[in-house]
């Protein structure tokens, strides 16, 4: 069974960073593409960033481009999520997810990804 353990979250200031982590347990990680989402309250969840299954290729959501990095360590079958210059507007739960097919590309869609983390806070005060 796949799972997926988000970690790092908490509150910081604007401008401020934080490193996202996702566990990936179960499945061989190397061979799916990954991505972050977001949800903020009363809002959908909307994509953030994701990486093709060899790491070579990553897309980025406007809100997030050049603030944001998204990369993996298949060694330690986890995901990260690098952020920078952290704004309010970055409020929210981010889930990790992984691709429902294999030797994948990134993808912006909810419904490509089957299998998704519980979700960690990241809260950005002003």
């Known amino acids: 069974q796949v799972q997926l353990v988000e970690s790092g979250g908490g509150l910081v200031q604007t401008g401020g960073s934080l490193r996202l982590s996702c566990a990936v347990s179960?499945?061989?990680?190397?061979?799916?593409?990954m991505g972050w989402f977001r949800q903020a309250p009363g809002k959908e969840r909307e994509f953030v960033a994701a990486?093709?299954?060899?790491?070579?290729?990553?897309y980025y959501a406007d809100s997030v481009k050049g603030r944001f990095t998204i990369s993996r360590d298949n060694a330690k079958n986890t995901l990260y999520l690098q952020m920078n210059s952290l704004k309010p507007e970055d409020t929210a739960v981010y889930y990790c997810?992984?691709?429902?097919?294999?030797?994948?590309?990134?993808?912006?869609?909810?419904?490509?990804?089957?299998?998704w983390g519980q979700g960690t806070q990241v809260t950005v005060s002003s």
């Open positions: 997810a992984r691709r429902r097919l294999s030797y994948s590309g990134y993808s912006m869609s909810t419904g490509d990804y089957n299998y």
């Open positions: 990486l093709s299954w060899s790491g070579q290729n990553t």
């Open positions: 179960g499945g061989t990680f190397a061979n799916y593409a």
